[in-house]
């Protein structure tokens, strides 16, 4: 299948590796054409790691050319341009085309649903809860790719297109997909928002002067414990919505394979393998500047929404506001023109199945 993805990142990359791998065909598009540059000079795309070897993925110059040319367009670049790309790329989607945002936040899905009901077109939009590759683009053309997830969390919307949406998933990446048939669900699924606002707290000197560390090895026992109450805030709002979502031990060991334990083990484990990764080097990081917005400050309102506050969730996206200087729950701007907050509990309900 012709696959095209939105971004040249990390992710993009790594997505791009792996359907490159697996026979298909992928076209990469960065909105500001800067990241695909060595890649439209011929430079050809190397991965290391979970996926080993050289592919040639082509290039798409611009949003229209990029859906002209693909049966899926993946979503794959941090949550603070999915509005943008959203606006640009649904002016050109056709009914026959299927939509995949990896990894999902703040409610994209509706507002992608809301931009294509004004043109009478309805497309499955399946919502991922994490990536399916995690890893770190090395070069101009080139990404380390530390895994390739076992198993993700999906809905699609609108709901009476799931099968739809899981029969894709399957056929482009596998089996390794659990519907959980709410974008609800999926809006508290994602646990990057969490983990790593304890590992940039816990770290955020070794960020600021651009150390050279290791992410897993440093989820001490205090950050570790900060990581499951986090969570059990996050599960907390599950169960008030009747909503199943994996636990932080799940994830970790779905997604790396390392043996139940505490938090802070399961990360040592990680370390043990391999599997850590290495910490942000710089305090400009998507684990503030892109996970407290669209994703902390998503989690307390739907906490707010379903009467059970998340505290601690509201608390981190005030100290980092503090830390920064920035308001960053007025920095998302999907919830900001969705207006999620003003929206009755059972409307909201309603349109994560049924979209616009």
Avoid at 80 to 90: E, L, P, Q, T
Avoid at 132 to 156: E, F, I, M, Y
Avoid at 158 to 166: N, T
Avoid at 305 to 325: D, K
Wanted: aromatic residues 6%; contains cysteine.
């Amino acid at each position: 299948m012709k696959v095209g993805i939105v971004g040249a990142g990390s992710i993009a990359f790594g997505m791009a590796a792996f359907l490159e791998r697996e026979g298909h065909k992928a076209i990469l598009w960065s909105p500001s054409g800067e990241r695909t540059k060595a890649l439209s000079a011929g430079e050809p795309l190397v991965a290391a790691g979970a996926i080993e070897g050289t592919f040639r993925p082509a290039v798409a110059g611009s949003a229209e050319e990029l859906v002209a040319g693909a049966e899926v367009i993946l979503i794959a670049l941090p949550a603070y341009g999915h509005k943008h790309v959203f606006d640009r790329i649904a002016p050109h989607i056709k009914p026959s085309q299927t939509v995949i945002v990896s990894s999902h936040a703040s409610f994209g899905a509706l507002y992608l649903s809301r931009l294509l009901a004004t043109r009478k077109v309805a497309v499955p939009i399946v919502a991922w809860g994490t990536t399916l590759v995690s890893g770190r683009q090395t070069g101009p053309a080139k990404v380390q790719v530390n895994a390739v997830r076992q198993s993700v969390d999906l809905a699609t919307v609108p709901a009476a297109r799931s099968a739809e949406g899981l029969a894709l998933c399957k056929s482009l990446f596998g089996d390794r997909f659990v519907d959980r048939r709410s974008l609800l669900a999926i809006a508290l699924s994602n646990l990057n928002p969490t983990i790593h606002m304890g590992i940039a707290l816990g770290n955020m000197t070794r960020m600021e002067r651009g150390e050279t560390w290791g992410q897993a090895e440093n989820v001490t026992p205090k950050v570790g414990r900060l990581l499951e109450e986090l969570d059990r805030e996050r599960l907390a709002i599950a169960t008030a919505l009747g909503l199943e979502v994996r636990t932080i031990f799940q994830h970790l060991n779905l997604s790396f394979g390392v043996p139940p334990g505490s938090a802070s083990e399961m990360h040592q484990a990680m370390h043990a393998i391999g599997k850590g990764g290495a910490g942000p080097t710089t305090a400009d990081s998507r684990y503030v500047t892109e996970d407290v917005p669209f994703g902390l400050v998503p989690t307390a309102q739907l906490g707010r929404l379903a009467g059970h506050p998340a505290p601690l969730h509201e608390a981190g996206v005030e100290i980092f506001s503090a830390m920064y200087g920035r308001n960053f729950s007025a920095e998302n701007d999907l919830l900001a023109v969705l207006d999620i907050g003003s929206i009755p509990l059972a409307q909201l309900q309603t349109l994560c199945r049924d979209g616009y």
